[in-house]
Each structure stands twice: as C-alpha cells, then as structure tokens.
C-alpha cells in the first residue's frame, strides 16, 4: 500500500505547483497533497531528540526524517535532505504513534442513521435502534440471524469530523481499530488513522478483524436472550458457514445435476473472513469466560484474539491463554467503585479484589508470553489511557513492555505491524512527540505525525485547578442528583466531564443501572445531557437539562414522555474550596 | 422473572435463605487448597451409612486414588496415610441434588423460544459461584445442573461435582450420560406471564400446545435424521456431489434422545400431562428419565413404575400456584410404594444444604425407613441419572465422595463436618472458621488501601490533605439518598 500522500501526488501536481508559486517562500519544495491540504510539508526531519523506536534500541540522540507520508530515516547520523523543515528535538522524545487497538473513534453517532450527525453516542443509538427492532419482530432462532451484520464495515462508515479523531490525536494515538460494536456479529473492523479529509484517507487497513459480542439482542423475548443463547447461536453460525463452504465448493465444480445452496450473507462474508485468517475478536473477562472462550475456539478454529480479560490475572489463566497462542487485548478502563456508591455499603471481596488486581493484568500475560494490546473501552478522555497504561506498570508490567503494546505490540495482533507500529524506515509515519516521559502525568505531547501531517498540539500547562466556580469547568465532576419522582424522590449521580467547546460527556448512575451520556452540552448556564436508560420498557432515553447555580443545579428530566423536576449538588466542591484557601 | 420460571421459592424459603446468609456472611470463602488430592486417606471409627450395604459401626474407610478401596471394621492404616478421626460421627455418601440452577452464568432460561434445545448448561459454568461451596458446607457433592422450565423443550443439562476451586470443566461430572430439561404445565404455557405491551404471546399457551410443541419438535428430529441418513447413504455410494445438511444444534440433541442416548429431565405438576408424556415418549420409542417436582406423581405411580420413569419431587412444599396445589407430603413414600425410583430435590441453592433434612421428612410423612430416606438424596439420584456405578452409596470402588457429619444426618441437628470428592477434602468447617479471620483481614487490608487512594481520585495529583484538615476529610462526605444503592458492575463483557 502507498502512503496517503504518495499516492494521489501525480493528481494534485498542477495544483501543487499552482501553491508553491502562491506560496513561495514557505517551503522548498512542498508536496501536493499535504500542501493542498494547507497542512504543513511533506518533509520532516526531528533532529536531536531521543528516539524510542520500540522495534530496536533508543537513540538518545538521533534524527526521523519524514517524507511524503512515510518514515525515510532514522538513526543517530540519519542524513536530512536539503528540503526538510527541521524540528529542533533537543530535550524532546520521538516515540511511534499511539494505537487504541479496539474503539469507535471515527465511526459516527448513529451508523445506520442520516450521515453528518456529529457527537458520540453511536452505540448508545444503535442500540435502541436494535431495541426497537427486536420489539418490532422478536426473532424466532438462528435462522433469523438475531444482531447479526458481519458485512458492516467500520470504513465505510467513518467520520474524518468525529470529535474524538481530534482528540485522540491529540493525546498521541495516531491510529485506532475502528470497530462496530452493535449485535452479536456487529461488522468488520478496520485500522483507521486518525486524520483525513475524506473516510478514504484515513483507512490503513480494511476489513481488519471480525467481531463478535456476547450482547443479547432479543431480551427475554427474542433469540437469543440468555449468553448459552448466545453462545449456542454462534456455534450455529460458525456449523452454518462450513456447510456453506463445503456446499459452494460441491456446486461451483459442479452445478450441473447438485442442488444449488442458498445464498446467505452471513456465511459468506464470515468465510471469507475465515479464509484471510483475520483476527475474530471475542469477549471475555474472568477466568471462566476466558477459559471458555479458548474452548470455544476449539470449535471454531478462528485466529481468535480475546478483548477485555481484566480477570487474566488469576491464577493459571495467563499460562492457559499462552498454550493455545492466543493474543488479547486489555481494557484499560479498570474497574472503580461508583462514583456514589454507599460507603457504608459491604462490598464482596472478590469485587474488592478484582479492583485491586485487575491492573496487574497486562503484567501477568506479559510474564506469561502473551501477546497483548490496550484498548479504551468506552474511556471518555484519551489522556486516562495513558494514565491507565501507567497503573498497570505500577501493578508490575514493564514500561517497554506497556509501551509496546500501545503501539506495535497492537499494530502486531491487528495485522498491520508491516506498516506502522514502530519507528523504523519505509514504515507509516505516524509519530507521537512529546517533552518526556510518555507515562509521566507532567509530560506534555508536542507535535503529532499522523501520515506525515504535522500536528501541533496545544496542551495547556500541568494540571489545572478543578476550582468549582471557573465558567469553563464547571459542570465537571460528581454530581448526586435527586429526581421528583411520583412515588418519591430517587437518587442518582453522574460523573462529567466539561469539554472546553461545552460538550458533556461522562457517565450515570441510577437505581435502574448505569449508563453513559450520549449527548450533551453546557451553554451559558443552560446544561443539558440524554443517556439511553431500560426503565422496564426497553431502552429509551432520558434528558437532564436544568440551569447551574454555583454548585447546584436544578431543572426536569424527561423519561418515558413525562418530566419530573430535580435538583443536584456537587458534593467534592466544599473540599476543593478548602484546597483553595490553602493556596 | 428468572426465578420465576427457574424456581418456585416461597416466603418461608426466602427467610431461610436470608438467615442462611446472614450466617455464612457475605464473605467469599474461596477454594480451600485440595488436601492430598490423590494419596491415600483414611476415615476411622465412624458409624458408616454406607445406604446400599447396610451401617458399619466403628467402621473405617480406606480410600485410594480417589477411590474407595476398602470398607470395615479392619481397615488397616499404610503407611504415610492421612488420618481423619470421625470417633462419634457419621459417614454417608456425598448427597446428590438431582434439580439445580447454580452455577449458571447468566439466564437459567433461553426463554424467547419453545424448543431452546440447542443452549447447554456446560457453556455457562461459573465455577466461582459461591452456591456450589455453600451446598458443599452442607454435604451435597454432585448435582443435576438444569435449563429453566420456561420451554417445553429446554436446554442441555450438566452434572456436575461441587469440586470448589477447580475450573468449569473441572466440575463436570465425567461420564454422566447426558441430559435436557423438559418442562409441562403452567411455566411452558406461560400463564403466569404478561407480555410487553404490544408482544405476540409465544406459542404455546396451553397444555395441549405444549404437548404439540413437543411432538412437532420430535417429528422434525425424525426428518432430521432422515437427511442426514440419505446422505451418508450417497456418500457411501460413492456420489461426489451430494451436499452435506445443516448440521442444527437444536435437533441433534433430540435425534440422541430419539436413539435413546440423552436423558429426559421433565418438569411437571399435573398427572395427567406427565401421564401425557409419557404416552407421547412411547410412541416415540424413548423413556423419559426423569419427571421433576412431579407433585402429582402419587396419583399416577403405577404408570412411572410401567414407563420405568423416576421421580424428583420436594418433600414437602405446594401451593405457589394453581397446578401446585393437589400435591401431598406422602408423594415421595406412595411413589416408591409403586416401585418408583424417587428422589427428593432442592431446585434451590438454599435448600440444597440440607438435603439431608428434606430427606427425613419421608419419615414422618409416609413412614420410610432411615436407608429409604437416605436413599432418596443419594442413590436414588445417582440412578436417576445414570452415575449410581460411580457415586451413591458407600462401596468399594465407587468414587470417594463422602460427607462427615456430627450428628445422625437425619436428625435435625446434624452439620456437616468434612465433605470429600474423590478422596479430596473440600470442605472442612474447622479449616472454614480459621480462613474467615484471613479472609476479614484480606478484606479489610484492601478496603484501607482503596480509602487511602480516594483522595488522589477526587483532587488534583500530589496534593496531601491539609494539616488542618479534619480527620475525616479523606472520606467523602455523605451523599444525597444513601439508601441509593448503585448496581454493581458484574465484570461482564456483553
């Protein structure tokens, strides 16, 4: 495969000339595309900084040069062409960009919905879009193929514009495994880079893997509705695609005088997929899911990779996942206690440890010889995936090794180390530079190669005062809510986070489960924000939108087509008075 | 709407349940490391009920290899044994509960369909399912794990060994011929069920769909069959073109039972639908194993002994719902009166610890015998589903599943001490005691250090609380409705 700027270089050369006359002066020589684009050149050269290369040793002080997309050098002596804008690198580190191996990013709010509607939430929609399907006409058995799109491709549905290709980028991941998440074969993921004017630009790799989740998308009332459902409609799937093949193979030799098979778009798209010997990702998270999953696969014998796997810590899994070979890929999203939970509350021990141990995951498999990767797992803010990255080294894993599963360790697993993943010649480049440390919480990123485009970043300083009154701040955080309910006053709580455009994200919880925010937004002292909520009637959303006064806020909730009022407080903001009367 | 349809659990049982609970703690025991898995272990001085063989006072047992080899009253010690002193205790057979739902991650019930044959119980196991340690601390060592009774045909059922600590397939039962869960009456026919608003009912909704599902089911398994025979028949004739069926995970299970190579578990109340089944199971040329709760089975006993059926029915418990209430407590003793195979069950994991007691009350009501009681919590079971060669009753060469009890195990006041699997102690309630304080310790250590961690959560990184911050500070202060209790993420990936 070319690289992006490579490419269409003989297509936009008019164009370039027409820019590097207009544009004199600025670069010497300018490459179409990335010129074309108002991007800054197509050549590189970061000199003086300390390269971590992740595929060999680090140069502490070398030189990458970057041309036309593409890695030309690296090395201690690397030699820069006379045409290359060179970045003084001294105190700066070079590292490969960043992958989150399994995320939406990219992919828009609803997939199947009008195109151009910008936010995230897109599983949240899907899904109440499959809700209302399965009321629609529960279905009846395998032969109804319940949540089951293996030919739904995330390239096809992605959104260059999506906010989080922004900042993604911007924490340093350079590339994602863009995958749809909705049904029990939800589609085909692909290895996007996370910039590009058009979808097109941005795919490295499609289709990547085949997913499969244990989701049941008929409820009690539609098949399946239980996981030995779930599980028992898989291994139909996978029986139904090898008649399939054995079928297909018996008719082309010859059609003549044999049954013709039916045609079924499932088995076809899953044997190809089988064919190409593309990663299968599967969930599992405790050791029994886990060991079951590796059982699983004995059936199927799919190049099988499990996600999730927070309980790969106890004991004898990680050694059961290196016998059969299989690579997995760790969310990051540990598990925490609720924002609101009772602390008067017993809690079980198991619950207890698993908080405890589940970060000291990626060092057991790594002890083990297991191949793994990170992923963000639904992770509002990309910066706690580093952080997150960080807690496992602290619970035992080795920084090169955590480093090396954020970028080529994933790039491995997800079919695509021939040509990003690691600093090296003739590779992507994608590239993340930062004045440090990368798992240091005072390290800032710099620039952001992605394709060879030049990105600057611009973090604000070290952290910055959670104060509760500064306007742009101050939804984020943990609020407890109490909705007027007809048959009384009902607690929730929610944690948010205030993007600087006014965007709300974060997550819920109520008495009817927890959710995550899919749309909101603080304007003025106006908020608002929806999540999709099971309320007994099958997903359906709920609004919170009110008015903030200081550390309160009041306003309606709208559920089910009634309003109830409500009011909320801040409960952390006395602290935070206090820390600032200290300073 | 789960228990519903897995179990019937009235008030009082829902008051033992808490009691019992509030008891063991809500502390996770965790699997005590297996004492001398395969060496050798000897059992003295112990009024043996061995439930086939008669009682051995002042007995001994010998077990080697997780079997056992010897049985008497000169059971001499090898060298290099391990001794367990039951000086004034009683040894029986590990009981078997022949009608569970533990241990099943998820729904006990694939409920949108009403033949759901092709979900197994053994693809879910939760070994880490605290029910299978409890029901060990009260002496059952193997149990009939079964599919919900929501489907006239349900799923495939797992027998399993309460092996605390091992993995899902380390708790199957090897060599437990297979098995699925039938279900008649009130559940299939969903007339304790309110669809959603605007929700086609399921079919079937009365007694005589269920029955039409059923043969439906077995007509298609028969025509199943027949493709499958037509072309191995064409293969075998050498014809390169004939294209091989859909092999449907949903029919092979009932061409087995149609070849009489998987066990029928039927739940059921009525006698005249269980009579029906039976009927239908003839014309069919199969035997049904197993009708379970089987409430009316007293007034058709004579016709399960023709059939050859056995019978798992609750000792005594009825009247939760319209088809529960023409049941006696004399069912257990009248059907064995008949020649029935009987069983008592728990189809609860609260009850399942004291199979024991549930079994006495045989006793009193239709005046078994203390072997006829015992009988129906372990070789009964053990022959109702096919694992009485290897688990039951005290004799050698049967597995070493054993159970010590400080008092007769039919008295109400009998716990059980030790309970053994294969010659490896599982439960110990002296070593169970000693690793509760551990456990608490664990517990709190972990707590103190998640409380000490709070505060680097909630303000920003490298800040200490201040000097003259009150002590309490640390912990959040109280939040709006504490009652509010949020739902605990169970670790799951959907």
């Known amino acids: 495969m070319l690289p992006r700027s490579a490419r269409s270089s003989f297509s936009g050369v008019i164009a370039a000339v027409l820019i590097a006359v207009l544009a004199v002066g600025t670069v010497s020589v300018p490459d179409a595309r990335a010129q074309a684009k108002g991007a800054a050149p197509p050549y590189f050269a970061i000199k003086g900084a300390r390269i971590v290369t992740v595929s060999g040793a680090v140069i502490e002080n070398g030189t990458v040069v970057v041309a036309n997309g593409l890695i030309t050098a690296v090395g201690a002596n690397a030699t820069i062409p006379p045409e290359a804008w060179v970045i003084d690198g001294k105190g700066l580190t070079v590292y490969p960009g960043l992958i989150d191996a399994m995320s939406d990013v990219g992919l828009p709010a609803a997939p199947a919905g009008p195109a151009g509607a910008p936010g995230g939430g897109g599983p949240a929609v899907a899904l109440q879009q499959a809700a209302q399907q399965a009321a629609a006409r529960p279905s009846q058995g395998p032969e109804d193929r319940p949540g089951t799109t293996p030919w739904r491709n995330a390239a096809d549905e992605l959104q260059p514009t999506e906010r989080r290709v922004e900042t993604w980028r911007n924490a340093g991941f350079t590339t994602v495994l863009a995958a749809p998440k909705t049904g029990i074969f939800p589609g085909q993921g692909a290895v996007i880079n996370l910039a590009g004017e058009r979808p097109g630009d941005m795919v490295v790799k499609t289709p990547a893997t085949l997913h499969i989740t244990l989701q049941q998308p008929g409820g009690f009332f539609g098949f399946p509705g239980s996981l030995f459902g779930v599980i028992a409609y898989i291994k139909q799937v996978f029986l139904d695609a090898a008649q399939a093949r054995a079928a297909d193979e018996i008719y082309t030799a010859n059609p003549k005088g044999t049954e013709r098979p039916d045609y079924d778009r499932t088995t076809r798209v899953l044997n190809a997929a089988l064919r190409a010997n593309r990663p299968v990702l599967f969930p599992a998270t405790t050791a029994a899911q886990i060991l079951r999953a590796l059982e699983l696969n004995e059936q199927l014998k799919t190049n099988m990779v499990i996600y999730h796997a927070q309980r790969a810590y106890e004991s004898g899994v990680a050694a059961a996942i290196a016998a059969k070979k299989i690579p997995v890929l760790v969310s990051v999203k540990w598990p925490e206690k609720e924002a609101n939970a009772d602390p008067e509350a017993e809690e079980l021990l198991s619950t207890l440890r698993f908080r405890d141990k589940a970060p000291s995951t990626p060092a057991a498999l790594d002890r083990a010889g297991v191949r793994f990767a990170f992923y963000s797992d639904g992770i509002a803010n990309p910066k706690d995936i580093i952080k997150n990255t960080k807690k496992a080294i602290d619970a035992g894993l080795k920084a090169d090794a955590a480093l090396r599963a954020l970028t080529l360790g994933a790039a491995e697993i997800l079919g695509v180390a021939d040509r990003t993943g690691s600093i090296e010649t003739g590779k992507i480049a994608n590239l993340v530079v930062t004045t440090g440390d990368i798992f240091s919480d005072r390290t800032q990123v710099k620039y952001v190669f992605v394709d060879g485009r030049k990105f600057d970043v611009k973090e604000p300083p070290p952290p910055p005062l959670p104060a509760g009154g500064l306007g742009a701040v101050r939804m984020t955080g943990r609020w407890s809510f109490t909705v007027i309910a007809p048959d009384g006053p009902q607690p929730a709580s929610a944690d948010l986070t205030q993007a600087a455009d006014g965007t709300l994200s974060g997550s819920v919880s109520t008495q009817y489960g927890n959710s995550t925010i899919t749309k909101g937004s603080v304007t003025g002292n106006r908020f608002t924000f929806t999540f999709l909520l099971d309320l007994g009637q099958g997903p359906s959303d709920i609004i919170f939108s009110g008015t903030i006064e200081g550390n309160t806020v009041k306003g309606s909730v709208s559920a089910l087509g009634q309003d109830f009022e409500f009011t909320g407080t801040k409960p952390g903001s006395g602290q935070s008075e206090a820390e600032e009367v200290r300073q | ?494």
């Open chain 2, 1 to 494: 709407m789960k228990t519903k349809f897995a179990t019937e659990i009235p008030m009082r049982k829902i008051v033992h349940l808490i009691v019992a609970l509030a008891l063991i703690a809500s502390m996770f025991p965790g699997p005590i490391a297996a004492q001398q898995g395969s060496g050798v272990t000897v059992i003295q001085n112990g009024t043996i009920l061995t439930v086939t063989k008669g009682t051995i006072q002042k007995g001994s047992i010998l077990i080697r290899d997780g079997k056992i080899a010897e049985v008497g009253t000169n059971v001499k010690v090898p060298a290099g044994a391990t001794v367990i002193d039951a000086t004034g205790m009683y040894v029986t057979p590990g009981l078997i509960d022949c009608h569970s739902h533990i241990a099943i991650e998820g729904s006990v019930n694939e409920g949108s369909i009403a033949v759901s044959s092709m979900v197994a119980v053994a693809d879910v196991i939760d070994p880490d399912n605290v029910d299978i340690y409890r029901e060990l601390a009260g002496g059952t060592t193997a149990s009939n794990v079964l599919h919900g009774s929501a489907n006239p045909i349900g799923g495939l059922n797992a027998v399993i060994k309460h092996r605390w600590g091992k993995d899902a397939k380390g708790l199957l039962f090897e060599g437990a011929p297979p098995g699925i869960k039938f279900a008649l009456g009130e559940n299939p026919k969903r007339s304790n069920f309110t669809p959603q608003p605007g929700q086609q009912r399921r079919y079937p909704n009365t007694r005589m769909g269920v029955m039409d599902v059923i043969r439906q089911a077995f007509i298609d398994a028969r025509e199943y069959k027949k493709s499958w025979d037509a072309y191995n028949k064409r293969v075998a004739a050498g014809e390169k073109n004939a294209i091989p069926p859909r092999k449907d995970l949903k029919l092979e299970p009932l061409v087995e039972i149609l070849e009489g190579k998987r066990y029928v578990h039927s739940h059921g109340y009525r006698g005249d639908e269980m009579r029906q089944l039976l009927l239908l199971a003839e014309e069919f040329g199969f035997r049904v194993r197993t009708l379970q709760h089987v409430l009316e089975g007293y007034k058709i006993a004579k016709e399960m002994a023709k059939h050859g059926v056995g019978g798992s029915t609750f000792s005594d418990w009825w009247s939760y719902k319209n088809e529960a209430y023409d049941a006696i407590p004399y069912n257990a003793a009248i059907m064995t009166k008949y020649g029935v195979v009987v069983s008592i069950n728990s189809d609860s994991a609260e009850e399942a610890r004291h199979l024991n007691q549930e079994a006495a009350k045989t006793m009193k009501y239709g005046g078994m015998t203390e072997t006829e009681a015992l009988k129906m919590v372990t070789i009964n079971p053990a022959i109702q589903l096919g694992i009485e060669k290897h688990v039951g009753s005290i004799e050698v060469g049967k597995d070493a599943d054993l159970v010590i009890w400080n008092k007769h195990p039919l008295s109400i006041y009998a716990v059980a001490q030790t309970s053994i699997i294969d010659g490896t102690v599982y439960f110990d309630r002296k070593k169970d005691m000693e690793r509760r304080a551990e456990l608490e310790k664990e517990k709190k250590a972990l707590m103190d250090k998640e409380k000490a961690a709070a505060p680097a959560r909630q303000g920003p990184p490298g800040k200490a609380p201040g000097a003259g911050g009150a002590p309490d500070e640390r912990q959040r202060p109280p939040q709006v409705g504490q009652a509010f209790q949020p739902v605990q993420s169970s670790g799951e990936v959907q």
